[in-house]
């Protein structure tokens, strides 16, 4: 690794791609799947699983830890017949979705620009989403100003 801190890009190319997958919605990822045409005989690791993690928190994000509650998670680890391997953690209980985004993950280290390219319809919706969002805040912007009394 690098001295920097910095994860090499084709560590930070997987974390986009996974990144994509959990945002997606299942049909976005059902349709990404039969764009690649992904693998029949994929191999579950370890069956999906859903199970309950503990959300942490920082007050002002630096201050002390402390315990937000809980949320559901799911998971899954798959293997592809080419020997490469998925994993995909999702918030709530679809264990359907987080198996088809970690097969997702596993072709995409046998074929990255593939599945950059299948997931590319996931990356504009959610750019749109965010843009959106941007503007609907933007039109409720209030600029505070202090007007100086002139009492000095």
């Known amino acids: 690794m690098p001295s920097t801190g ?4 084709e560590i930070v190319a997987r974390q986009a791609v996974m990144k994509l997958c959990a945002l997606a919605r299942a049909e ?29 928190g920082r007050i002002g994000g630096d201050g002390r830890a402390f315990k937000a509650g809980e949320a559901t998670v799911t998971r899954a680890a798959v293997r592809l017949p080419g020997g490469e391997t998925g994993f995909a953690y999702h918030l709530g209980r679809d264990a359907d979705r987080a198996r088809k985004a970690a097969v997702l993950d596993a072709l995409f280290q046998a074929r990255p620009d593939a599945v950059e390219g299948a997931l590319a319809p996931v990356a504009e919706r959610i750019a749109a989403e965010r ?14 100003f202090t007007m100086v009394r002139g009492e000095d």
């Open 6 to 9: 910095e994860n090499p890009p």
């Open 28 to 56: 976005e990822l059902d349709a990404a799947l039969a764009r690649l045409e992904a693998p029949r005989d994929v191999r579950d690791l370890r069956r999906p699983e859903t199970g309950l993690v503990m959300l942490r």
């Open 131 to 144: 843009e959106r969002e941007a503007r609907r805040v933007a039109a409720t912007k209030v600029d505070f």
